[in-house]
């Protein structure tokens, strides 16, 4: 056993990589304590307890951030509609720095200089972990074993990995059965790599986890989900049965089984990682989608035209900061700022439904709507006067007037 380095906190899972990080951790001399965040994924804790503990772990960490995840993270993005590349929802970019958080929180608290994770060195998931982490505790040491030479050296693959687990007694999940790498949290659940990395082969049915196959979900739409909104959303109510859930968790939680009996929010998409190569990922977001159309609806609604363009350019740079790992930057606490302010209007009820894979918007209300239906009828003339159009149109003709204009006369003069 190598000369004891000190204390070093690992941000465990319980799979493959984490379950022989910690092994290997152990074999460089760190006294390992193990950090399992339950982030609302299907786990046996206890059991995940047990397993750290009979790895060697001095100490063994499982702390429920499922709230703090839904109301400090997911529901910025909600009132962002952040969409990475314009089908991301963004559930592992939005889970990794309130991990990471927690992490730097216990290795504060132990007294501990390192932190450690298994994020693999061709992924995002590093930059969002240690950028987290240094933003908040800039004297914490990070160890990422996959980009040190000594540990992907001696495990270039999966293989060798399963191999050095066999070999120490690490009961991990993968099997050839199974080989992709799944991640799971409250948000989605994740598939990539292994057979995944050929962008060709087909996911198939096999691959769904939150959400059931839509076609051979019901047979008939939900009963009207009611979906109120005060900046964020506040209330479900599903009009067939009349449940309610009005905290945030709860309300999230019942989205994701109603969306995902439907097959609502599975993607299958090739993105561009950050560090600069693109990526095949396929993604279960149930919850999330139900609630980026709800969201989208009742802030049409409210919002003004000029101030909703403007808040849409910002929402494209609050999701690239948050896929890239920049959630603490100055500039995202600037943006989140922002969006929060703009949406102090956006306030009430959207009526939808779910069925075969699909979100449907049925109506909506606000005592904040900026719609009048006199003024848009097409049966009353209301407070608008026809003939004003006139010169609205004029005004703005004038510049394509003018412009086509000078394309005719460089025309002519370039066929002389």
């Not at 941000?11 to 910690?22: E, F, K, N, P, R």
């Not at 939680?253 to 990922?281: P, Q, T």
């Not at 709800?294 to 350019?313: N, P, S, Y």
């Not at 097409?378 to 010169?391: F, L």
Request: glycine share 8%; proline share 4%.
């Amino acid at each position: 056993m190598a000369q004891s380095k000190g204390t070093v906190v690992l941000a465990y899972s319980g799979g493959l990589d984490t379950s022989c990080i910690l092994v290997w951790l152990k074999e460089q001399g760190y006294d390992v304590i193990a950090y399992l965040a339950n982030i609302g994924q299907k786990e046996d804790f206890e059991a995940a307890r047990k397993k750290a503990a009979a790895l060697g772990a001095k100490k063994v960490y499982i702390e429920d951030i499922s709230r703090e995840f839904v109301e400090e993270f997911i529901w910025p993005a909600v009132q962002a509609n952040a969409l990475y590349e314009d089908r991301y929802l963004l559930g592992t970019a939005l889970a990794r720095p309130c991990i990471a958080r927690k992490l730097v929180e216990i290795a504060q608290k132990e007294g501990a200089q390192y932190v450690a994770h298994g994020a693999t060195g061709k992924g995002n998931d590093q930059v969002r972990f240690e950028l987290t982490c240094y933003a908040l505790c800039p004297s914490i040491k990070v160890v990422a074993p996959w980009r040190l030479p000594e540990f992907y050296q001696r495990f270039p693959g999966r293989r060798e990995l399963m191999d050095y687990a066999k070999k120490h007694g690490i009961p991990v999940p993968v099997t050839p059965q199974t080989p992709w790498s799944m991640d799971e949290n409250l948000m989605h659940i994740s598939y990539e790599a292994g057979i995944l990395e050929n962008p060709k082969a087909e996911g198939g049915s096999c691959i769904c986890s939150l959400i059931g196959n839509f076609t051979a979900g019901p047979g008939r739409p939900s009963e009207g989900l009611l979906l109120r909104e005060s900046s964020v959303p506040v209330k479900v109510t599903n009009a067939g049965d009349g449940a309610t859930r009005c905290s945030a968790l709860e309300l999230f939680v019942y989205l994701n089984e109603i969306a995902g009996k439907h097959g609502v929010g599975r993607i299958d998409i090739v993105e561009n990682r950050f560090v600069g190569m693109k990526s095949r990922g396929i993604y279960e977001t149930p919850a999330g989608t139900i609630l980026y159309h709800a969201h989208l609806d009742i802030e049409a609604f409210t919002m003004d035209r000029e101030v909703r363009k403007i808040k849409q350019g910002l929402a494209l740079k609050f999701s690239e900061l948050v896929y890239n790992g920049f959630w603490h930057s100055p500039e995202c606490e600037f943006l989140r700022h922002c969006i929060g302010r703009s949406q102090e209007g956006v306030v009430g009820t959207v009526h939808l439904s779910v069925f075969k894979g699909q979100v449907y918007i049925l109506g909506r209300e606000s005592p904040r709507s900026l719609y009048n239906e006199e003024l848009v009828s097409m049966n009353v003339q209301g407070d608008y006067e026809p003939a004003d159009a006139t010169g609205f149109i004029n005004i703005n003709s004038l510049r394509l007037k003018e412009y086509h204009r000078l394309q005719s006369k460089v025309t002519v003069k370039q066929d002389e």
